[in-house]
């Protein structure tokens, strides 16, 4: 089955930081999705972006499906931003995804 | 729109009792739905593909008589755990995909099974 990458594992931003999380996958995929999971173990949708760039707020996201790689970019970050964000990548038959190891984001005020 | 939701949020249950957990897409129609299990500080695993009126299909190493699932109408899905143990105590979360878009799956808020 497809794998896939994301790192940093661990990431301790100061609030107002920028970063970047990286998702890397071994196949060609017609679906990508990234999640933030909070604190109570709710997954939030961030982005369904298979190709291309998308914002929302201060997120965004790019997916470049030739290279196998997707990335978020998180601006002028908030405390509330803290917790862990999946990347999951998916192939057709039925849109199955597949959950990276995750990167644990921690923001201090 | 796209909320998914699951009951109960919590259920602590003594060894060899089976557990049912309830998928439900409040505002939309699920041909498919989906079961994830996910441990302490570990990513999410898929269980099962649920389509409504049909047979769960199961990850390879699921056990399918363990984990029985029954997708059966288009808003909701249940997964029961038959003879529970501890160590099938983990978070359990559903996902659902919406039958008139395709904006990808939406996750219902997860299951925390204990057991004793």
């Known amino acids: 089955g497809i794998q896939v990458e994301q790192s940093p594992p661990d990431l301790i931003l100061q609030e107002g930081a920028n970063s970047t999380l990286r998702c890397n996958f071994s196949d060609s995929v017609n679906n990508l999705q990234w999640f933030h999971q909070n604190p109570w173990g709710q997954l939030i949708n961030l982005f369904y972006?298979?190709?291309g760039t998308k914002q929302n707020g201060r997120l965004s996201a790019t997916t470049v499906a030739t290279e196998r790689y997707s990335l978020l970019y998180i601006s002028s970050s908030q405390t509330t931003d803290s917790g862990v964000y999946f990347c999951a990548p998916g192939v057709a038959a039925g849109n199955k995804l597949t959950f990276g190891g995750g990167t644990r984001v921690l923001v201090k005020p | 729109g796209a909320v998914v939701s699951q009951h109960p949020s919590r259920v602590i249950c003594k060894s060899g009792t089976s557990v049912k957990i309830e998928c439900r897409s409040l505002?939309?129609?699920?041909?498919?739905m989906f079961w994830y299990r996910q441990f302490p500080k570990q990513s999410l695993m898929l269980m099962a593909t649920?389509?409504?009126?049909?047979?769960?299909?199961?990850e390879q190493g699921v056990e399918k008589d363990k984990f029985l699932i029954n997708h059966a109408s288009l808003t909701l899905s249940t997964l029961t755990v038959t003879s529970a143990h501890p160590e099938d105590s983990s978070f359990y979360i559903c996902s659902a995909r919406d039958r008139q878009v395709d904006f990808g799956q939406f996750f219902g808020p997860g299951t925390r099974l204990t057991v004793l």
């Open positions: 972006i298979p190709s």
């Open positions: 649920s389509n409504e009126g049909s047979k769960a299909t199961y």
């Open positions: 505002d939309f129609q699920a041909t498919t």
